[in-house]
């Protein structure tokens, strides 16, 4: 089973692992924002959430998760972030690229 230990290791899991070949084509030559670790809701499973923006403006969002019943990550497009579920953490993996900017974002959905 698949460990991510860095940002970089979540993108290049990505790179393989996205559910549109369109996407995996963003990761590499367009911008992601890894949004950081979310808690589990109704609204996606408990997991990393990222936004990815193509090189022509096109733009995902999706949670990278892990499925508990065939232990391997899976990557699902979501059609938005739920501020109120961002769970952050230490690391840059777990907190994601701007975390003081997300922590605000969840005192104003909360």
């Known amino acids: 089973m698949t460990h991510f ?3 970089n290791h979540l993108l290049e899991w990505l790179e393989e692992h996205a559910p549109y070949r369109q996407i995996r084509r963003a990761v590499v030559e367009g911008e992601v924002e890894l949004y950081g670790l979310f808690e589990d809701s109704v609204f996606m499973p408990e997991g990393w959430a990222l936004r990815v923006r193509s090189r022509f403006g096109k733009e995902w969002f999706l949670s990278v998760y892990l499925n508990n019943q065939t232990h391997k990550y899976r990557a699902i497009v979501v059609h938005a972030i739920v501020w109120d579920y961002w769970k952050g953490g ?7 690229d701007h975390p003081e900017e997300y922590e605000k974002k969840k ?3 909360g």
């Open 5 to 7: 230990k860095t940002r």
């Open 90 to 96: 230490n690391s840059e993996l777990f907190a994601g």
């Open 107 to 109: 005192k104003e959905w």
